[in-house]
């Protein structure tokens, strides 16, 4: 069976190693149609539009979309996008390789972020001259849907520990709710848990990441801990992440568009082969995607490196050698 892969590369390093990851799926044994699409700051500063109707069309057509990176548009990118998908759940995995100088090599964890509501809904308002304010929106049902989504992944991928982030001693209202039906649903399920103010679980993730499994979080507070986490492994140029929505989903590294180091054709591509890897998985595709993990795994080790990883390769060459182990 074919399955039609919308691929939108974004902005800046977007732009760079999306390409690895769709030579790295045209490698493996599956059989895929890509579809490429527009979207972005270059996008909007052309037409108006940083998401045009028609990308917006092919993710949501497509079996599975894979991203590349955001801007400054990212609020009219890649979270329309995550909508256009039914994407509820964004998976973040974050683990240390064998060989590479990471800050904490026994690193191996999940983030499971809420991608609806939060910070992130978008209901900004300047009620008066030099005063903004923010919305934070937080429901039971999607409180609810996250954790029942991360209690779950944690069951089928064998961990043993699920860690609930909030803030509800001050975000009493919202954090208090995303916290109750948390642990609602961490009491129907057969499996450890605990919870943990976000601001003392940072500290706790830099001193003793192996402590943790499974880490369940609001919005924003699972897109900055990720980022946390990349800097104990190596670098965001190793976290991938899945949009998972009920029907689709949408593949993209954690990092953003890197304009310091775009156009030099030095990004590390193993973040967005990591999340081809994922999406591999997502259509069912299990030993491709473990024989990608694999693949990335022997290049993180034996090298050619990209210089975030203390080389002096290009993506080319990182993709060109998982390429050949595959
Ligand atoms: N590929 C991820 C990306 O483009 N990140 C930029 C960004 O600002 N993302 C916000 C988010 O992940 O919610």
Redesign the pocket.
Known sequence: MTHEIAVIP?DGI?QEVTPAAVDVLEAVDADFDFVEGDAGDAVKEATGEALPAETRELAADADATL????GET?ADV??PLRDVVGSFA?VRPARSYPGLDAVQPDTDLVFIRENTEGV?AGIEAEIDDGVRTLTRVITEDASREIAEFGFRYAKRNGFENVTIAHKANVMRETDGLFLEAAQAVGDSFDIDYDTALMDALAMHLVMRPEEYDVVICP?LAG?MLSDLAAGLVGGLGLLP?ANVGEDNALF??????APDIAGQGVANPSAMILSAAMLLDHLDYADEAAAVREAVEGVLADGPRTPDLGGDASADDVTAAVVDRL
């Open positions: 974004g977007g991203f590349g990176a955001a990212a890649i979270l964004n992130y919005n897109d992440s993209e590294p954690v990092h953003g568009s």
